[in-house]
């Protein structure tokens, strides 16, 4: 028979069980996104410590990040779950070997993480690409179970048939369905609009609307799996202007969503964006954050409890057995592709004085890489017989220039720290990075190609749209209508001087323009967007449309059979070789030309009539026609008024 204490005893385990119980159940979200294969520290790599505390200013890491996972594993009480929204890969040269040695979902699998979604970078090496990395992963340990919701595969088309089955093979789903700390968990991914329109080379695979799609998700997990949180890994990514921030459009136009991981946008939210109950958090990009978000579930629904973002940083000591397999994927780099080439991934291939960026400006990186596409391309193919050979202009995107040049401790680039400045692409010939093309385009046309930077970028909300150029400088004026803001431009160098460029429908001379393919396809296809105001035709030398951009490849070495690829990133690497070695330790250094701006790109805001309407093109016409229309109209309004106040002060006269 129990006595009064057992019975007491009893009573107050079962009373605060229940209010443990009543007290909701929490659990730990471990986010990262747009990692990008970047596994070192940066920048520069040389300055790279992983395991000495506070012994550099460079940042990320996979081995620290690896120890950040771990840490909070540790310290947390409840269950901790660990996702990544994509992009995982395309950003450094591990990349390289994707296809071949999957690294990247590889180290993913051994840093613990749980799920992970895809990003456009994904879809960077076609549907094949993607296939065969897939299967590479799962004979090499496998990978984090993988979800992607928005895929229309097509089984008539014998590459997304491949792809489709390479999705059944290895496990990637539409979504998953995970148990922690007795919480049902459904995860699913998607890709958003502008990762959608910014992924040319995932063709002919198609996707579906991710805001439907996100719909179907949680209505098969909402009442069909009966889960009790639901997770979106969302490439779709946040901007500042709220009307082109796809993941708060989604967290508003989707109930039942409790949790958006963001990605593809590379921002750093110090603090989630909570909308219609639905908590968004993104981490920046390259490894440099990690999310942690602490929520707790009761009474039906989920709550906030806790937001970090984790610096990644010389503060945190890498992960040992991480950094070795780092260290050996680098080995397998050099012995494959880089020792027969005379380079190696550690090789220090110039030096800085000051550090090189990227803005949404006229930059010194910038200048430096579209020299360099001018430079390489005219080095294998500029014929002194003939003029019209020389390229006169180059134009590069900042949305494919994915990281500064640092000067660190010392002022020594890395080979690494190069390649990951200009590292994305594959080839018509199926091999990895941008090659360069060269096509001809009329003076009226290089101005529409710098109205993408002027107009397009400004209604995109996206500085990705940017344009570097070499071989001309230009003014604009921001207020003038869209489309119509480039009020001057100058073809030339500032070695060989600038002079005016014609650029009315009456100069019929062609100019030679190189770009990587990535770009050029836009120019291309920037017409579309703007209903033909900007309609790009490349051409041939003499003046015939080219229909494929691959028939515009430029040959690296014209002596052999075929043609061999000009990649860009070699062309960097052998104009980077090119500089003067002005303190003779062997070492290229960095003209002092890009130590700042060279006035390529000037800004000159104006409201003066004269200003704003001066050469107008027909964008300027129009807008010109319609407020003559408009004028017109109220005059006639008015006299048509008049008119019957005439008239009927006539009547009443009789």
Known sequence: MLNLRTVIAVWAIVFFAASGWAAGKSITIVHTNDMHSHFQGFSPEVDYQPFKVNADETVGGWSRVAAVIQRIKREKSNPVLVVDAGDYTMGSFFHMLNREEAFELRLLKNMGYDVVGLGNHEFDLKPAGLAATLRTAKAGGGAPQMVFANAGFDRQKPQLADLEDAFSETGVKSHTILERGGLKIGIFGILGKDAIEVSPFAKPLKFSDPVQTARDMVKILRDQEKVDLVICLSHGGLRDNPKKSEDEILAAKVKGIDIIVSGHTHTSLEKPIIINGTIIVQAGSYGRFVGVLDIIREAGSVALKNYTLVPVNSSVAGDPKIQKTIDAFKQQLNERLLNPKNLSYDQIVAETAWDLKIAATESPLGNLLA????????????????????????????????????????????????????????????????????????????????????????????????????????????????????????????????????????????????????????????????????????????????????????????????????????????????????????????????????????????????????????????????????????????????????????????
């Not at 080095?379 to 000067?407: C, H, K, M, Q, T």
């Not at 107009?455 to 209508?481: A, C, E, H």
């Not at 119509?484 to 100069?507: H, M």
Request: proline share 6%; hydrophobic share 40%.
């Open 371 to 654: 020299d360099s596409i001018r430079w390489s391309v005219n080095r294998v193919s500029f014929d002194s017989n003939d003029p019209s050979s020389s390229v006169a202009v180059a134009v590069e995107s900042n949305g494919v220039i994915r990281d500064y040049l640092l000067r660190g401790k010392t002022g020594k680039v890395g080979f690494g720290d190069l390649f990951r400045a200009i590292p994305l692409g594959i080839g018509v010939d199926n091999t990895m990075g941008y090659p360069l093309i060269s096509f001809y385009l009329y003076g009226f046309e290089l101005k529409r190609a710098l109205e993408i930077l002027t107009s397009v970028r400004p209604l995109k909300s996206n500085n990705d749209y940017y344009l570097q150029v070499s071989g001309l400088r230009f003014t604009y004026n921001p207020r003038r209508v869209y489309f119509d803001r480039v009020t001057a431009i100058e073809i030339g160098s500032e070695e060989e001087g600038y002079r005016p460029l014609d650029y009315s429908r009456s100069n019929r001379q062609l100019y030679r323009v190189a770009a990587n393919i990535y770009n050029a396809t836009f120019l291309k296809n920037v017409g579309r967007f703007t209903y033909s105001l900007l309609e790009i035709i490349p051409k041939d030398k003499n003046g015939k449309p080219v229909e494929k951009l691959s028939a515009a490849l430029v040959d690296g070495d014209p002596s052999l059979p075929g043609i061999q690829e000009l990649k860009e990133w070699e062309g960097v690497l052998q104009y980077v070789q090119s500089f003067p070695d002005t303190n003779g330790n062997g070492i290229p250094d960095v003209p002092a030309k890009y130590s700042g701006k060279l006035g390529r790109i000037v800004e000159k805001p104006s409201c003066n009539p004269v200003h704003l309407f001066s050469r107008p093109a027909i964008p300027t016409l129009i807008v010109l026609a319609a407020a003559g229309v408009v004028l017109l109209l109220i005059v006639a309004a008015v006299m048509v008024r008049k008119g019957r106040r005439l008239k009927a002060k006539f009547l009443r006269m009789f």
